[in-house]
């Protein structure tokens, strides 16, 4: 059932972070990105210790957010790959496995992003 509240991004963006960080993932970046992108407002980057742990909180990431009303746009990569995106619009959850996150290094190609919320 989807509750039907009036969220704003950051909201959910907020949501997000807080559910990953009950799901045990680590380093969890809540970046506003608006004044530097025009394609989104707020990257959510977490980090994993597994390839299953990436699935699963990628999955239960989106069942969450879609009973608080958001809405999908967009999925990108597999578990397997060690980089998962959710595409929510004005919120873009990046979730990385083991070594990726450092790779892809996206808090250095966003760097003129504001840091909202870092839980380690």
């Not at 970046?31 to 707020?42: E, H």
């Not at 996206?106 to 380690?120: H, K, M, P």
Request: charged content about 25%; aromatic content about 10%.
């Amino acid at each position: 059932m989807v509750e039907k509240t009036a969220l704003q991004p950051l909201d959910y963006a907020h949501i997000a972070v807080n559910f990953a960080s009950d799901k045990l993932a680590s380093d969890v970046l809540l970046l506003d990105i608006s004044k530097v992108s025009d394609f989104c407002d707020y990257f959510v980057i977490i980090s994993t210790d597994s390839a299953r742990q990436l699935g699963g909180l990628a999955e239960d990431l989106e069942h969450e957010l879609e009973r608080k009303g958001s809405q999908r746009h967009h999925r990108e990569g597999t578990p397997q790959s060690g980089w998962m995106l959710l595409d929510f619009g004005d919120v873009v959850i990046h979730i990385f496995g083991p070594g990726m996150r450092d790779f892809y290094d996206l808090e250095s190609v966003w760097n003129g992003g504001t840091e909202i919320v870092r839980l380690q």
